[in-house]
């Protein structure tokens, strides 16, 4: 069974920084693309960027260059998403997905950036 | 930057013929993929490049693309299929994006 496990809810503080993760199982990792989307709260998907774990090649949204790293770990089947310096306004759902048109998603991640 | 542009909601009567569009300049060259997302659920696949439908998902979907517009079908909808769409396709770089998601409601 394919599956993308992301990581737990996070509550930070703005200009903390942040990794959340998203791990493969069930698929050859390496072979496919794996995106990152948000979903602020009440509002539609926005395309993050993507990254294929097989040359860590990595591409970025214009909106969201510079913003976040996306990277990933191939050895553990694991994609991340960071920020260096966190915002009130990166208060969202982060999902992982994957697969032949992003036919796998991620349960969501839900950063809250509030002081 | 390259946008999809979906109307805003699309409201049917149960067993009614629901149709989402999806207008963008670069869809002549590229796929189409929809989504249904239901409240507080991740999004789910419901058609990929164009007009192919993944296993598990009703045959009252379907997809076609024309020219610089592709439509979501949903023959027949029934009040599960209440939900948010989302059309997604590619710019020419291979940068994704999001049409800003159509509300289908069924009543």
């Known amino acids: 069974e394919v599956q993308l496990v992301q990581s737990g809810a996070e509550v930070k503080k703005p200009g903390e920084s942040l990794k959340i993760s998203c791990k493969g199982s069930g698929y050859s990792f390496t072979s496919y693309w794996i995106g990152w989307v948000r979903q602020m709260p009440g509002k539609g998907l926005e395309w993050m960027g993507i990254i294929y774990p097989g040359d860590s090649d990595t591409r970025y949204s214009p909106s969201f260059q510079g913003q976040v790293t996306i990277s990933a770990d191939k050895s553990i089947s694991t994609a991340y998403l960071q920020w260096s310096s966190l915002k009130a306004s990166d208060t969202a759902m982060y999902y992982c997905a994957s697969g032949v048109g992003f036919d796998y998603w991620g349960q969501g991640t839900l950063v809250t950036v509030s002081s | 930057s390259y946008e999809l542009t979906q109307p805003p909601s699309v409201s049917v009567s149960p067993g009614q013929t629901a149709r989402i569009t999806c207008s963008g300049d670069?869809?002549?060259?590229?796929?189409a993929y929809w989504y249904q997302q239901k409240s507080g659920q991740a999004p789910v696949l419901v058609i990929y490049e164009d007009s192919k439908r993944p296993s598990g998902i009703p045959e009252r979907f379907s997809g076609s693309s024309s020219g610089t517009m592709a439509t979501l079908t949903i023959s027949g909808a029934q009040v599960e299929d209440e939900a948010d769409y989302y059309c997604?396709?590619?710019?020419?770089?291979?940068?994704?994006?999001f049409g800003g998601g159509t509300k289908l409601t069924v009543l």
């Open positions: 670069a869809l002549p060259k590229k796929y």
């Open positions: 997604y396709s590619t710019d020419s770089s291979g940068k994704g994006v």
